[in-house]
């Protein structure tokens, strides 16, 4: 959650803090910008004393899907290998996101205008749907035996017999 913090008292109407929100949605924009840059994902994996995934610079990008469901609600999906590895990443996803804010939106008094508030990170188990999986499995199967039973079929030529020229 991104949360407005040292807000300076005015007089004057504020639009029962329109502005406040429209900023907050920009601010927020930013911190998911930072899940798909490869270097704060590598920021990321350092802290978390993790070796952060072999690949492309754009597979670095995609360790993480981000989602804003407001202008002040990010919601992070990430996959580990072990239960331990998730905890781990979860804790430094956080402490890097809040020293990242932390550095960037400063008022001239050198005060945080927002934070970055984290919830306790929910980590589960990925079981696959064997049910699903297995159903999906004969069907590609079944589709794949027809495709090579027919390729085998016209390379045959008629009477099963292989085409032959003297």
Known sequence: ????????????????????????DLFSQTVVSWFSTPSVVVEMYQKASLTPPSGSIDSLGS???????SSQNIVVRYSASTHDEADRLAKAIINVTQERAGLLNQSAEAKSLYNVAASTPVIVLSQPNV????????IL???????VTSGAAYFRGPNGAHAHRD
């Open 141 to 147: 199967g079944a589709i794949l035996t027809i495709f």
């Open 1 to 24: 959650a991104v949360n407005r913090v040292n807000k300076q008292t005015t007089q004057n109407f504020e639009y029962d803090g329109y502005y406040a929100i429209q900023a907050a």
């Open 131 to 138: 049910a699903v999986n297995t159903v999906v499995g004969l």
């Open 63 to 69: 360790r993480f899907r981000t989602r804003k469901y």
